[in-house]
């Protein structure tokens, strides 16, 4: 009897807590063994062949249930079946991208959209989607696809670029398509790129800068988190540029990325477990929160898939570690159910343990899965002699966290699609495992949850994983499709802005992992045909779903990690310098206080209040003086009182609440504008004020009468103009001509005889004339000269145009 499914129209039960095809262990029936207890009563003769038959019963029905699934042969097309629905799921999003959106980084499905991050285009869509096209035997597709790339993708113009993301992304996406096809142009490409990306490991730690110009190569820290660049995003280029270093020989990448690392493990995390921030400057981490999810994820991926791509023994060490201090620090598990989940430690280990879990999360129930065999199925890895009890650990943790991203998306009842973010209950008298915030409710169509079920379902060979990822696809083909509001009713899939309402409300976006991903992983979870080049045993995906090669490398680690005789010397040479530098700061407190005492005493004594006293009243002898003068000073007219009552003559200056000062020179200056200083227009102390005074009033008197001289024959000059002005209207009326709209002078005459009296009104008022009064005349005479120029060409212009019109 056959436990899968007959139809291929066949619908999962979102309601049941499994597919309603799969069944794990058979379950005990109460009712058989409540008759087996009354016929051990009944007969206890026959209380030995009872128990033998039992026994029996149960072996042959678990033997059953072990017989793999997938070896039917009905079963067999029933997955190719469901494989074929991916692949059509796929290329309906690629030929709406293609019609509409052709080669542009960003893509909306719902108004069929497209555009670039840049001022060029990056192929962030084309690049990513490469592998799945030849993965999914796409051919004219992927013709299409490596033309643009081999025309059109180019990487040189000025643009900041994400380090970590064109690395995973575009860099990834060359080289799986190199590894896959063996067509050179896609590994040009990627040597072109990864040059430009070298820029950013140029910091004084070799700690990559959040981003990198493709131009001039320089990299830049991020605008944000006070420069530092993201732990999982300088940890999570390694598998790319290694396998770079290996195709070219150029051991550059190799020691940039093994360099990352070294300085990362410096810093001894407390049981593997890193803050999410590193400072490029100083190779330090920043912060104390700690997390499995955003900017602290794919560290722990690449630790594992470091040592299986190139066997290096201190990336296992490094995974390990981190898995102990995972399950120690990091897990926690619901109520009711006792769902396994992974929190995050908002202020580092020792400071509580936060129940919130991104989706980002659930790759690492492949991840474990992957540890505990290291890329071999269970049965094989079983029979090793390196299987021990923790690797069954990791591979029994990994099957919980499996189970629980599932969930996330099965007891979501609305659409069954998981939202970004869950929040696990632990309290006892609430009746669900988690709640979603309203924040967090939306899908981006990512990828980790099939993809930690790919892995189980390839290293444990139970299909519950295919039934829970066929769910799942369901799921995201009926509720993110669209057919309208766009250009055609063609038909699409975009991301969810709430997963919690049926129909859910739309986001217009389509992520290009979506294509390169998700979609991917699906269809190798429902694929029994894939050749070598995709099977765990030969490569590692980059933490955007590129296949990558495992390989043996002549280039070597080139650090070790220290021992913990040497990290505890070093801690304590730390903590000793720490003690003495506290121990100084304290002495230098003590220092200042004490001096600081000393003067309050001294200040205090009857000598030094008798020499503050002395020194006030000599202070204050110039001040008198000043008032003295000031009061004898005769009153000016014709606006001196004015000039009286500005700044830079200190004559009332009444506003002022401070008293004037006299320096070491002698100068005049205000203790209450401390950016002021005495220059050679003040006011000398040397010479009465009464006299200063009256020069000033005698340059002003002269300033006035040749400005008043020169404003009148500004006017005269006006008036005649004006009078042109009216002869050249009436002839230009008498010719039937319009006026020019431009004349050869671009202001009118008018307007510059305002603004020269403007000019001279601002002479006039300027008080400091000390020492500027005959430049300022002479100047005003040129302009006067200039002007009378002016008129003389402006009456020359209007002649010849009154000539031309004759």
Known sequence: MSLKPKSNTWKPNTDSALPLYYKDKLQKDSTVIDKLKRAIIRNRAMLGKSFILSIVVYLVLYLYSLIPSNSNPEGEVIWADRKNEVKQVFLQSWQDYTAHGWGKDVYKPVSQTGSNMG???????????????????????????????????????????????????????????????????????????????????????????????LKTGKGKKSHTDRGASSTAEVSTLQLEFKYLAKLTGESLYWEKVEKVMEVLDSNHPTDGLVPIFVNPQSGSYQGNLIRLGSRGDSYYEYLLKQYIQTNESIYLDMYLEAFKGIKKHLYGSSYPNGLSYLGELDHGIGGGLSNKMDHLVCFIGGLFALGATEGLDVQTAKSLPTWNSFKQEQLRLGEEMAYTCYKMYHDVRATGLSPEIVVFNTDPKVLKDFTIKPLDKHNLQRPETVESLYYLYKLTGDVKYREWGYEIFQNFVKHTLVTSGGKDSKPRYTSLDDVTIDPPKKKDNMESFWLAETLKYLYLLFDDETDSKWELSNVVFNTEAHPLPI?????????????????????????????????????????????????????????????????TARQSEPELKLESEHKSAPKLNNGLDELEDTEDIDVKAPHRT?????????????????????????????????????????????????????????????????????????????????????????????????????????????PDLTSQTELELQAALAAEAETLEKIQQVEENLGVLEGDSV
């Open 119 to 213: 001022p060029e285009p990056l192929g962030w869509i084309i690049v990513d989607s490469l592998d799945t096209l030849m993965l999914m035997g796409c051919k004219e597709e992927l013709k299409e696809a490596r033309s643009w790339v081999e025309y059109e993708l180019n990487y040189d113009f000025d643009y900041d670029v994400n380090t970590f993301e064109t690395t995973i992304r575009m860099l990834g996406g060359l080289l799986s398509a190199y590894y896959i096809s063996e067509d050179d142009i896609y590994l040009e490409k990627a040597v072109h790129l990864g040059n430009k990306i070298m820029g950013a490991f140029d910091s004084p730690t070799g700690i990559p800068y959040a981003s990198v110009n």
């Open 551 to 615: 390989f043996q490398s002549d280039f070597k680690t080139g650090w070790a990690r220290e021992t913990p005789e040497v990290i505890a010397a070093k801690k304590q040479r730390a903590l000793q310098q720490q003690k003495e530098k506290e121990k100084a700061s304290q002495e230098q407190k003590a220092k200042d206080k004490a001096s600081q005492e000393q003067k309050v005493k001294e200040k205090s004594s009857p000598e030094q209040k008798e020499k503050v006293k002395e020194e």
């Open 658 to 766: 401070a008293k004037l000062k006299v320096d070491k020179n002698g100068d005049v200056y205000d203790p209450s504008m401390p950016h002021e200083v005495p220059v050679e227009a003040k006011v000398p102390v040397s010479k009465p004020l009464n006299e200063q005074v009256l020069e000033l009033e005698n340059d002003l008197r002269m300033v006035q009468d040749e400005t008043h001289e020169i404003i009148d024959d500004i006017q005269e000059a006006k008036i005649a103009n004006s009078k042109n002005n009216e002869k050249v209207a009436e002839d230009l009326k008498k010719s039937g001509e319009l006026p020019l709209a431009k004349q050869p002078v671009a202001v009118p005459l008018d307007e510059q005889l305002e603004k020269i009296l403007e000019e001279k009104e601002n002479v006039v008022a300027e």
